[in-house]
């Protein structure tokens, strides 16, 4: 119901798929900021003696930390652009939950094929971890400020993509 409303107030589209965008990169941003460091310290509290509870620990991820952020943001986007693009919520799950949290397939690539570092599920790792680490063997080609870079052109292209879908579909219908 709330799209039927948002439809009827603004004419133009392309606003309504901007600013739920814009929203989305904000929260998702700001919830990130507040969940990386509080993961951290709560580990490092959970290690007991063996971890460093301490603002230093937060402050020495550095870089990591804007990474770690980005990617949280350009997965919600790329997971709004895909479902919106395929208009179903389903779609987003499976491509990006699954590639991400079962068998990165990019990953598994970047072990043959050196183009593979310039998928979004390899690219955005890149942005905060040894990448080294996690498939050893596989070099990076790009750094982590690259890394970032290739995400802002997948979620622009995919972004892009969905607007051109969201604004050319007709009225959905009442069920």
């Known amino acids: 119901m709330q799209l039927f409303s948002s439809l009827a107030a603004v004419s133009q589209r392309w606003m309504i798929f901007t600013s739920k965008a814009l929203v989305l990169g ?3 941003s700001l919830l990130a900021a507040i969940t990386v460091p509080l993961v951290l310290i709560s580990s ?4 007991g003696e063996h971890g460093e509870v301490s603002v230093s620990a937060v402050t020495d991820l550095g870089w990591r930390f804007w990474g770690a952020v980005g990617n949280w943001t350009f997965t919600a986007l790329l997971a709004m652009s895909l479902a919106t693009f395929f208009q179903n919520a389903l779609v987003p799950i499976l491509l990006v939950g699954v590639s991400v949290g079962a068998v990165s397939f990019g990953g598994v690539a970047t072990l043959t094929f050196d183009g ?8 955005s790792v890149l942005m905060f971890a040894d990448y080294s680490f996690l498939y050893p063997g596989a070099e990076p080609t790009i750094s982590p400020g690259e ?5 802002v052109g997948w979620v622009f292209l995919l972004l892009l993509a969905a607007l ?3 604004t050319r579909n007709p009225m959905p219908r009442d069920r």
């Open 164 to 166: 051109l879908r969201f």
């Open 26 to 28: 904000v929260t998702v």
């Open 44 to 47: 490092q509290v959970m290690l």
């Open 116 to 123: 593979a570092w310039l998928l979004p599920d390899v690219a």
């Open 147 to 151: 890394a970032a870079w290739v995400m």
